[in-house]
């Protein structure tokens, strides 16, 4: 009986050990796990600090490094700057044979300098003729054109051309004026302008834009000048002008010259020849 009854205490001892056996394992291991883990956030946290510290230390090498070639590059500058000022300063100098040539040089260049002043000397002297010869052609030529009516009486007493007044509209037909015919194409009245055509000497002519007071000059085979058109006032579809034309043609300066000669430019009674005063022919407004 008591054989019996310890057999049974005896198992239950070995579940019991084994039980506590299993559990002292579990907690090692359990224990273990845990060390694992933490060492390896520790190692985690130890290689991240690593990897920020190497950045840095790159960072300040590449800092390093760029200070070491700007400080490389001066030295290079002023190792060459030196070797130049050595070269120069051992270079012979040009004899008296140098001198000379630079000196004649010298004289050279300042020989063209003073031609080419005397040039451009005297071009400006021509323009400034050139200019005076324009103004007095401008001059000469303003005088000789009417702005108004009374402008042109006063040219007419002049007694050198033959004045006609014309007031012309805008039409298909030509008008008789002296001795052109004209016919009004265009009135500008912004730009103060006309197209006109002509008809000189049996042929039709076309003159376009015509400023305001621009004289238009046509030369005829019977004139000894040219005679002039010039427009004097531009309105809507009309304008208003003259015709200058010499006074004497020239087949008749030719004969008046001739007939001079053989009677000394008297008349039957012995009086000198008199001229018969220009008239001014005008034409009505329209």
Known sequence: MLESASLPQGA????????????????????YAVHEHNAAQALAAKNQQAAVS?????????????????LVAREQAAQQAAQARAEAAHKPRTGVSGGRHVESRW??????????????????????????????????????????????????????KNYTE??????????????????????????????????VDDRTLTQ?????YQPVMFSTPDSPQPVQVVINKIDKNHIHG???????????????????????AQDPDGGAVQVAE?????????
């Open 278 to 286: 220009p008239t001014l022919q005008t034409r009505p407004r329209q």
């Open 166 to 199: 014309f007031d012309i509209v805008k039409s298909r037909e030509f008008q008789r004026e002296g001795p052109f015919s004209v016919k009004l194409r265009k009135a500008n009245v912004k730009h103060q302008y006309a197209d006109l055509d002509l008809i």
């Open 12 to 31: 239950a001892y070995k579940r019991i050990a084994a039980g506590l056996a299993a559990v002292a394992l579990a907690g090692v291991l359990g224990g």
């Open 242 to 264: 003259y015709i200058a034309a010499p006074r004497y043609r020239q087949s008749e300066l030719a004969s008046a010259g001739n007939g001079a000669q053989q009677t000394g």
């Open 107 to 160: 004289q050279k260049m300042q020989s063209q300098i003073d031609a080419q002043n005397k040039a451009i000397a005297q071009t400006q002297n021509e323009l400034a003729a050139t200019q005076g010869d324009l103004n007095n052609t401008r001059t000469e030529l303003t005088g000789s054109i009417a702005h108004t009516h009374d402008e042109l009486v006063l040219l007419e007493k002049r007694g050198q």
């Open 208 to 212: 376009k834009h015509v400023n305001l």
């Open 54 to 70: 190497l950045k840095e230390q790159r960072a300040e090498l590449t800092d390093l490094t760029s200070k070491v070639n700007v």
